[in-house]
């Protein structure tokens, strides 16, 4: 099962792999610079923007980084639908 802390554990490693500030990440995957300082600070997301996001994560997923052990990551399949 996702949760939040799952979408951050993504946005954390990415960010690290690239070496880009958490910021930078929230604007590539929600278009908004703020989106995941928010859910850091107990902010909520609906479900379409959750899923979007993690889809997002696992089709941009940089090389060489390791998925995050425990988080579920969609088949690439389901990103392409």
């Given at each position: 099962m996702f949760?939040i802390?799952?979408?951050?554990l993504?946005?954390?490693?990415y960010?690290n792999?690239l070496?880009?500030?958490?910021?930078?990440?929230?604007?590539?995957?929600?278009?908004?610079?703020?989106?995941l300082?928010?859910?850091?600070d107990?902010?909520?997301?609906?479900?379409?923007?959750?899923?979007?996001a993690?889809?997002?994560?696992?089709?941009?997923?940089?090389?060489?980084a390791?998925?995050?052990?425990g988080?579920?990551?969609?088949a690439?399949?389901?990103?392409?639908?």
């Amino acid at each position: 099962m996702f949760k939040i802390a799952s979408l951050l554990l993504l946005a954390e490693v990415y960010g690290n792999a690239l070496g880009i500030p958490r910021k930078t990440v929230s604007s590539r995957v929600f278009s908004d610079s703020k989106k995941l300082q928010g859910l850091h600070d107990g902010a909520d997301i609906v479900t379409g923007r959750f899923n979007a996001a993690v889809m997002w994560f696992s089709a941009n997923w940089p090389d060489g980084a390791e998925w995050p052990e425990g988080v579920e990551r969609p088949a690439v399949a389901e990103v392409a639908e």
